[in-house]
């Protein structure tokens, strides 16, 4: 069997679907049709049940994927540390990164990235936290710094730190909102992201918990922009509590309300062993000093 064939295995049993999988794996749907039927003639089992809605695994694939999987990684590891060694690393990242770059101490990793893989090209999209998110999964980005709770089995995530969020109001404000309840607060207008953002979910959480909504929205995209908004007295927000801090003079913390979430280091799992992947994943534990067990 090829090694090709197992990651076209690997690829329909995540996506459910041929038309899916070869546009992921950049072939056409007979060929990698091909594949998967080469694989099973080979293996002698049928590895997938295949429906007017798609392809699910058999029993027999359900048991062989973890295998496939295993095998695809060690190939991978392989390369990576010949190439390594070799000193010649090389290829393209496209790395999203969120917030501003102090955060996600985003120049010391290109830095060393630089200094260690002179041929490792990185472009670097600004994202949204949760379009980030949604882009590593998909295979738009290669990897991306998130912070979030989400998790999906295809996307791996190295934790970095906590972040806390702290609910916001404009200085001006804070004598006339002080001891108010979460209704009154909610009848005030809010600078909300984007839907598809953690800030987003994190405030509706927040919002769904204290059984409110808010009233009426100003919509921004960028923390910067946030404190901007609140500062200058347009509405509430939930905020960093470091950069809420940092703008003491013009922004007040509300009351004792604090949201803890994560910041990582998030790639398709399937690509932990990919050379780029693996070595940008190191470089960013480095600059971080973090070695924890990748999640999930």
Known sequence: ?????????????????????????????????????????????ALFERGAG?????????????????????AQGLRSEALVLQGALSGRLRL????????????????????????????????????????????ELDASFYFGNRAH?????????????????????????????????AAEPWVMTPPVSTHHALASDLFAAHGVAPSRQVEADQEAVISSLVGGGLGVALMRQDLAEAASDTIAIWGDTRIATQLAFVYRRE???DPPIHALREVVADVWNVRETTQG
């Open 1 to 45: 069997m090829e090694l090709y064939q197992l990651r076209s295995f690997a690829a329909v049993a995540e996506l459910g679907h041929l038309t899916r999988a070869a546009e992921r794996l950049h072939v056409s749907q007979p060929a990698l049709s091909a594949q998967i039927k080469a694989l099973e003639d080979e293996l002698g089992v």
């Open 54 to 74: 798609g392809m699910s695994l058999t029993a027999a694939g359900r048991r062989l994927l973890p295998e496939a999987e295993r095998v695809i990684a060690a």
């Open 96 to 139: 999203g990164t969120v917030a501003d770059p102090e955060l996600t101490r985003l120049a010391g990793v290109l830095r060393r990235a630089v200094d260690l893989f002179p041929l490792l090209e990185i472009d670097v999209h600004q994202e949204i936290s949760g379009a980030a998110f949604d882009k590593v999964r998909d295979g």
């Open 153 to 185: 089995p295809a996307v791996a995530s190295l934790p970095l730190r906590e972040l806390v969020f702290r609910v916001v109001t404009p200085a001006a404000w804070s004598q006339r909102l002080a001891g108010a309840s979460w209704e009154a607060l």
């Open 271 to 273: 690509r932990e062993r």
